[in-house]
């Protein structure tokens, strides 16, 4: 038994690639015991759902890292027996009819292959709790083809091999979290350094200036707009912007995490904590230390948690759920809502004190309906980039007339709605003109109105000098200054002229209005 123990220690604990680890054992233990396949779970009990972490079979290993949904019968066998576990490791012993076996064979059907998974029709099982100090971190489950493969003597064998197992999904799930987080931390900086704000010539001329007033301060930010207006991309902005440029920048949607789980996405937990906490993790305050924090949707936010976000504001301080020490933190706050927090604080569903916190300085994005002139900027920078994400060589080209659609629509959906809408027509065109037919064109054309005919092929370019010379053709082919056409367009001069000079555009007295 001490080989034994020796071989599977050396082997699970071998490299931090837990699939890799968890074959070389099975590959080892098969000539020990029974055996077609292991796996190991971490049960989740808010959602009564098994988290596989990895498996191995006679193909390989396997990282999984899912959760499975458990039904009620067998959820209920399971909290029996994890509670019988907690005070002595015996392993839990399984035959083909028993309700846990037609879960576990629920869950291979995701990733076992189709030889392996018909052997399944009739299998047993055996379960040990992995613990470190007395405290259950997960499963270890054997799996072997027939019935009744399991007897008390192979129970001896897992119980030997509990505590290297153990050890392994520490280290395994520390190592992931760790990997999640850098993969978070990268993408937060490709968004960053990618996000272009479009219109910061135009419609967001004044959200530009608010944005060059408030980000070189530390104080806190409260973007308002409709759901929609881009206002991530001005928290991206004013962070690029300040001091802070070179620490993180972590978002929250605050709409998007249950009530029960808010207090530790944002302050951290301790281990042990409650049911499921197998290790102390850091919360997204500790995550953005040095840097900037953006809680989008902070109107969603219970009010047990504004209470603790109004003790970090005024302090620098928090606890961990479960800590019994604070923590000091040094994050600048950008909160965004598209709901009315002063109504909201009127009947008592947002904190008074923290919307005074938070108002300090508030910037309104306004929605797109009401800046159409920078459409024609928005659709030729979406195409390019969506262009780019999709591997389309070439940007297609427009069609005529679908820009002034685009300007026309009130875009209840705002940016996004735009965004959407070019990557669904992208998708669509193969390589043929975009055209956007969703779309309700209500002025495309009047009735008894003749149709306009349509130019063929035309470029992007060519949407966007017409739209330049239908203003300078307003404007008497006046550029800058009063009534000029960069002020209509609501762009600087500088950058209308680049433009004319791009595509070609001369001035000229024959702009002028019919």
């Known amino acids: 038994m001490e080989t034994l123990f020796r071989e599977v220690t050396r082997r699970i604990c071998g490299s931090l690639q837990i699939d890799e680890a968890l074959f070389d ?139 290297p197992f153990a050890i392994a999904l520490s280290n395994a799930l520390r190592f992931m979290e760790l990997e999640q987080n850098n993969r978070e931390l ?11 704000m479009i219109g910061a010539d135009g419609g967001l001329k004044k959200v530009k200036h608010m944005i060059e007033q408030v980000a070189p301060t530390l104080s806190h930010v409260l973007l308002q707009g409709e759901t929609g207006t881009g206002k991530e991309v001005v928290a991206n902005e004013i962070h690029k912007l300040s001091p802070r440029s070179n620490g993180p920048l972590i978002s929250l949607n605050c709409g998007a995490i249950p009530e029960n789980l808010i207090d530790s996405e944002l302050f951290g937990h301790e281990k042990g904590s409650f049911t499921g906490a197998v ?48 923590v000091k933190c040094d994050v600048r706050l950008i909160c965004a809502t598209h709901r009315n927090l002063e109504n909201m604080v009127q009947k008592k569903e947002f904190r008074e004190d923290l919307w005074y916190r938070l108002n ?59 965004q959407n809408l070019i990557e669904r027509a992208l998708i669509l065109s193969k390589g043929n003109p975009l055209t956007f037919p969703d779309l309700i064109h209500t002025n495309r054309s009047k009735p008894g109105e003749p149709q306009v005919a349509h130019k063929i092929n035309p ?19 006046k550029i800058s200054g009063k009534d000029g056409a960069a002020e209509l367009l609501e762009i600087n001069p500088n950058t209308l002229r680049s433009r004319m000079q791009k595509l070609n555009i001369k001035r000229s007295s024959s702009y002028t209005r019919k």
């Open 186 to 196: 990268q993408k937060e900086a490709r968004k960053v350094k990618g996000d272009v």
């Open 459 to 477: 470029g992007l370019d060519d949407t966007i000098a017409e739209h330049i010379k239908w203003a300078l053709t307003q404007t008497n082919g």
């Open 279 to 326: 290790e102390t993790r850091q919360g997204l305050f500790e995550r953005a230390d040095k840097g900037t924090l953006f809680l989008d949707e902070v109107g969603e936010l219970p009010l047990s948690a504004q209470t603790k976000l109004l003790r970090v504001i005024q302090t620098g301080e928090f606890e961990r759920v479960g800590g019994t020490f604070p």
């Open 25 to 163: 054992v099975y590959v080892y233990l098969k000539g020990h015991l029974p055996l077609n396949g292991i796996c190991i779970t971490v049960y989740e009990y808010e959602t009564k759902s098994a988290r596989i972490i990895a498996g191995a079979y006679d193909s390989g290993g396997i990282l999984v890292n899912r959760s499975f949904p458990i039904s009620d019968t067998a959820w209920r066998t399971v909290q029996k027996w994890q509670k019988e576990s907690r005070s002595e490791t015996t392993p839990w012993i399984r035959d083909e009819t028993h309700p846990i076996n037609n879960e576990i064979k629920k869950v291979m059907t995701h990733f076992a292959n189709a030889d392996y998974f018909k052997r399944l029709e009739h299998f047993s099982s055996i379960t040990c709790a992995l613990k470190i100090r007395d405290e259950i971190i997960g499963n270890l489950t054997f799996v072997g083809f027939g019935p009744d493969r399991y007897s008390t003597s192979h129970g001896n064998i897992i119980t030997e091999v509990n505590e």
């Open 360 to 418: 300090v300085f508030p910037i309104t994005i306004p929605p797109l309906r009401r800046r159409t002139r920078d459409i024609p900027l928005m659709v030729e920078h979406f195409i390019l980039t969506k262009c780019k994400e999709m591997n389309i060589a070439t940007p297609p080209k427009i069609a005529s007339g679908e820009l002034k659609a685009l300007t026309d629509y009130p875009w209840p959906g705002n940016v996004r709605e735009l």
